[in-house]
């Protein structure tokens, strides 16, 4: 697949698809230790970004990104929403107006959308928030795109392996962020759903650039 | 003269248009702008809304934006970012009701944003209850109440309001407890009520001119 603005709108339509498939998943994930929002609110929103994009053509990756970013910041309430929009923004930012996405583009629009999310949500890794899976996919990308032969495919399928892992590496941890930290102890035995949702959504562009 | 704006950025409609009726009576030239709730309804937070709330409290002098809880703040800065002139809001780290309330009586007092977020972030400390001061106050006044609500939050920001321009420091004292006149929370805190006699020590240039006009606001019973 080429990772040009069609390829990468491709990518998002596929994220949107698995976040409708998850809906039920992720709110049950977010009712344990939050308001049970995430899912639908997640689902809204990129309904909302597909509709965006069947209406407008952006011409670059960057600029499909930054629809992504706008629509979620305005249609998804909650954390989510702010969260993923830095993400977004700041990672079209990172890819500027190149015509297709490459490895360095890639790992710089990673490493760009973690850094958003760190600031925007003041969390580090072992807070129990999508940090904690968005960090380790980027070191994994990192990696991956340093090895013989590395494609978008294989830096991308590498990042969401981390992101899974680190997903599951919140089950433990006591959140200290968010409305999950009011548990505190209790939350613990719970994968966090920013995490999860965070993980999907990586894993989903693996999927479409394989 | 135009004066920093205020957004109060909450999950709620109903609480950020409380806040801000709140803060309006205390600063009734202020523009105060509530940006609660979703646009179809029900809790959470509007990023459009706070964009356009923003734009219409900015009169010129910019705009101090205050939130609820964790992405009330996201939004409120994410908002922020998004600006033409990033510079021109600036979101304020305090407790939204005092903080808005301090906010709101120091824009109406023509402070500059950044007096105005000190104020709203000076809102969360403890309230200043030190010692007197060691040099001798160069007035002094013992002032009585007779409004019937004593110094409640209305009166309390007149006075704070009053004394806002006036080259002067000014410390209230009743009983044991001790305030800036210039803060409507210290104020408040002495929780001075009607027969109360306030005891008030000014210093600097202007220091007889504060103390005739807190003389003036009390004898008028703080136009109630």
């Given at each position: ?14 994220a949107a698809a698995v976040v409708t498939e998850h809906r039920t998943e992720l709110i049950d994930l977010d009712r344990a230790i939050g308001d049970a929002d995430h899912g639908e609110n997640l689902n809204?929103g990129f ?29 998804v309430?909650g954390a989510a929403?702010?969260l993923y929009?830095?993400a ?26 973690l850094?958003?999310v760190?600031?925007?949500g003041?969390a580090?890794v072992g807070d129990a928030t999508m940090v904690d899976a968005l960090a380790p996919a ?21 990042a969401a392996d981390a992101a899974d892992r680190g997903c599951e590496s919140t089950v433990d941890l006591?959140p200290?962020k968010g409305r999950a ?6 939350a613990v035995g719970h994968a966090d759903p920013g995490a999860r949702s965070t993980a999907l959504l990586l894993r989903a562009f693996a999927e479409?650039?394989? | ?224």
């Amino acid at each position: 697949m080429a990772c040009d603005a069609n390829g990468t709108a491709g990518a998002i339509r596929a994220a949107a698809a698995v976040v409708t498939e998850h809906r039920t998943e992720l709110i049950d994930l977010d009712r344990a230790i939050g308001d049970a929002d995430h899912g639908e609110n997640l689902n809204r929103g990129f309904t909302a970004v597909v509709s965006a994009l069947a209406s407008a053509t952006p011409e670059t990756p960057g600029a499909v990104l930054k629809t992504v970013a706008t629509t979620l910041i305005s249609k998804v309430g909650g954390a989510a929403g702010p969260l993923y929009g830095t993400a977004f923004l700041r990672a079209a930012t990172a890819l500027g107006d190149r015509s297709e996405v490459d490895l360095e583009g890639l790992v710089a629009a990673l490493r760009a959308g973690l850094e958003g999310v760190k600031a925007r949500g003041k969390a580090e890794v072992g807070d129990a928030t999508m940090v904690d899976a968005l960090a380790p996919a980027l070191e994994a990308a990192e990696d991956a795109a340093k090895q013989e032969g590395a494609d978008i495919s294989t830096v991308l399928i590498a990042a969401a392996d981390a992101a899974d892992r680190g997903c599951e590496s919140t089950v433990d941890l006591v959140p200290r962020k968010g409305r999950a930290s009011y548990l505190g102890e209790r939350a613990v035995g719970h994968a966090d759903p920013g995490a999860r949702s965070t993980a999907l959504l990586l894993r989903a562009f693996a999927e479409a650039a394989r | 003269m135009s004066r920093v704006g205020l957004v109060l950025v909450s999950h709620s409609a109903k609480l950020a248009e409380g806040v801000a009726e709140l803060a309006a009576e205390m600063a009734p030239e202020v523009t105060v702008v509530p940006a609660g709730g979703l646009a179809e309804g029900g809790l959470g937070t509007d990023y459009d809304a706070v964009v356009a709330a923003v734009q219409r409290a900015d009169s010129g002098s910019g705009v101090v934006l205050l939130y609820d809880l964790g992405s009330a703040q996201m939004t409120a800065e994410l908002a922020t970012e998004s600006l033409a002139d990033p510079n021109a809001a600036v979101v304020a780290d305090a407790p939204l009701v005092e903080g808005a309330i301090a906010a709101a009586v120091a824009a109406q007092g023509g402070a500059d944003r950044t007096a105005v977020v000190y104020a709203a972030a000076s809102a969360g400390a403890a309230p200043d209850l030190a010692e007197a001061a060691e040099s001798p106050a160069e007035e002094t006044a013992e002032l009585t109440l007779r409004n019937d609500v004593g110094l409640h939050a209305r009166p309390a920001a007149l006075l704070a309001r009053t004394l806002a321009d006036v080259d002067a420091e000014v410390r209230v004292r009743l009983g044991d407890s001790e305030v800036d006149a210039r803060s409507v929370l210290g104020l408040m805190s002495l929780g001075a009520r009607q027969g109360d006699t306030l005891r008030l020590d000014a210093r600097g240039a202007q220091a007889a001119e504060a103390i005739r006009r807190a003389k003036e606001l009390v004898e008028t019973n703080f136009g109630e």
